[in-house]
């Protein structure tokens, strides 16, 4: 019961700080984890000790797999190079930089454990790009190029981190061993997650009922991180491969009803499972202080020293990987060389989260032979790193984004290509009703045809300008008033007795998504 009680606390915390956020106009995640902070030295406050193995099989499948599902696999594949060189060069290059840095400035601890702490501080977090770049606004490629990131580069962190954490413990691993973790974890997660794309897509196809169709998507990242971890192989991969495969193919998997129920289904995880997580890191903060004792001089130096090299890794990294790759005329026929205020941007993207916390606290207990080390150090650096990201990164990010003053996407000619793509489509639908309307009475298929005009005329007017109320926003406006007309008649009859409640539902369902469909075209 006090377990239940927690964890509906931490819910309603988080729930109320990120409506908070967005009343103050601040960014959710840097707020939830500040109040964490703040609440972690509350006096009697519950505590709650993260466990690493929530975090990597309870927390992050599901954020992953939500993430993935709405990626685009086109735009991810147009920007594989970007995104592997971030995910997998990047992560590479700065755990070992890191792991030098603290090398030296501890010469008494092992490399390895060193090169460990490299792996857990890393990767910037799936959750932090995710939720601080949407809100920031930033380009369409700029945002999938951090999504892909993020996707991607837990996967190299853990990957490294086994293996850093096999040598720590005194196994012995080679060249030979170290290929055998990668391809395992790596080339096993392609698989698992390819063979779960094609086994729960085919569960999909049969499955005609909505809500078993949102307890199926419920139960997918669960399933697939399960097998995958049991053959050790990456159970983030997995997930990843199986999320962007299945979301590229939803439109065939699923109906519509069922893509409109998980839609609002995983919106509300995400926004219950981010503020959970963001709230919880701010949370650990009492312990990790209680167990460090490492004298403040020593601290002050080696904190500064990994802040910094973590900051400065990113944009040394960044800067060759955007232009030398353009030196290849191939690739600069094919991605001319973008300004470099994209790379900038891209670089100071770089929060961490809740996936290196949880890698610090995964860390082995003591080196082989049981000596000890400074573990209570690693994760007092790991605490630091997330928290300067986050909250410094986190809640410059946008004013960096207004300073650099990148391009914005093109509404213009976004709008032009819904038009025309539009325009097909209803021309499509005209050529099918033809075909298909022998023997209907012919005032419905001249209000299919209306039907038809008037979609392909709302997207054209998009091209407009805003100075005046298009045909489409007025119908929307005077429908809305219509609306509600209706649903107030429906209620006064529930009231009186005159109808059950079945029939108000019912009423109020189909005017709900009459309602819906007219909010998303007026904010389109």
């Not at 939500?66 to 685009?72: M, Q």
């Not at 390895?112 to 920031?136: S, W």
């Not at 609002?264 to 926004?271: G, K, T």
């Not at 325009?423 to 009703?433: E, I, P, T, V």
Request: proline content about 6%; hydrophobic content about 55%.
């Amino acid at each position: 019961m006090e377990a239940l009680f927690e964890v509906v606390l931490f819910l309603a915390i988080a729930t109320l700080g990120a409506a908070l956020a967005r009343r103050l106009g601040l960014l959710a995640p840097i707020l939830l984890v500040v109040l964490g902070l703040a609440l972690s030295f509350v006096p009697g406050f519950p505590q709650f000790r993260l466990d690493p193995e929530l975090v990597l099989v309870g927390i992050l499948p599901p954020l992953l797999y939500v993430a993935a599902l709405e990626t685009s696999v086109p735009a991810f594949r147009y920007n594989l190079r970007p995104i592997l060189l971030l995910a997998v060069g990047l992560v590479l290059f700065t755990a070992f930089v890191v792991g030098v840095v603290v090398h030296a400035l501890l010469p008494g601890v092992p490399f390895a454990v060193c090169l460990a702490l490299g792996a857990v501080v890393a990767p910037p977090d799936a959750v932090a790009a995710t939720a601080v770049a949407r809100r920031v606004g930033l380009p369409r490629r700029v945002v999938t190029i951090l999504e892909g990131e993020s996707l991607v580069n837990d996967a190299t962190a853990l990957v490294l981190l086994r293996v850093a954490t096999l040598a720590t413990i005194g196994s012995a691993v080679g060249v030979g061993e170290v290929a055998r973790e990668v391809l395992v974890a790596t080339g096993g997660g392609i698989v698992i997650g390819a063979l779960g794309a094609l086994v729960f897509g085919f569960l999909h196809q049969r499955v005609s009922d909505p809500l078993l169709d949102n307890a199926l998507s419920l139960i997918i990242p669960f399933a697939v991180v399960f097998v995958a971890e049991e053959i050790h192989a990456s159970g983030v991969v997995a997930v990843v491969v199986t999320g962007l495969a299945l979301g590229h193919r939803l439109p065939k998997l699923m109906s519509a009803a069922s893509r409109l129920q998980i839609g609002a289904f995983w919106r509300l995880v995400r926004f219950l499972l981010e503020g959970l997580v963001f709230l919880l890191v701010g949370l650990q903060l009492r312990d990790v202080l209680v167990n460090l004792d490492t004298p403040a001089g020593t601290l002050a130096a080696v904190t500064a020293a990994v802040l910094v090299t973590v900051l400065l890794t990113r944009f040394v990294w960044l800067f060759p990987a955007t232009y030398l790759a353009r030196l290849v005329p191939r690739v600069r026929r094919r991605d001319p060389a973008p300004s470099p205020r994209f790379p900038l941007v891209i670089g100071w993207a770089g929060m961490r989260g809740v996936v290196t916390l949880a890698g610090a606290l995964a860390l082995p207990l003591t080196l082989a032979g049981g000596e000890p080390y400074p573990r209570e150090l690693f994760i007092w650096l790991a605490f630091a790193v997330i928290v300067a990201t986050l909250v410094g990164q986190g809640a410059t990010l946008p004013v960096v984004a207004r300073r650099l003053k990148l391009p914005p996407d093109d509404a213009v000619q976004d709008a032009l290509s819904a038009a025309a793509v539009q325009q097909q489509a209803s021309r499509a639908a005209r050529d099918r009703l033809d075909e298909i309307a022998a023997g209907a009475p012919a005032a419905v298929v001249e209000r299919l045809r209306r039907l038809g005009e008037y979609r392909t005329n709302t997207a054209w007017e998009r091209l407009g300008g805003e100075e005046r109320e298009t045909p489409s926003q007025a119908y929307a406006r005077l429908r809305q008033e219509m609306i509600d007309a209706e649903r107030e008649v429906f209620r006064a009859a529930r009231d009186a007795g005159r109808i059950p409640e079945e029939t108000l539902v019912r009423a109020y369902r189909d005017l709900d998504l009459e309602e819906s469909l007219l909010r998303r075209e007026d904010e389109t």
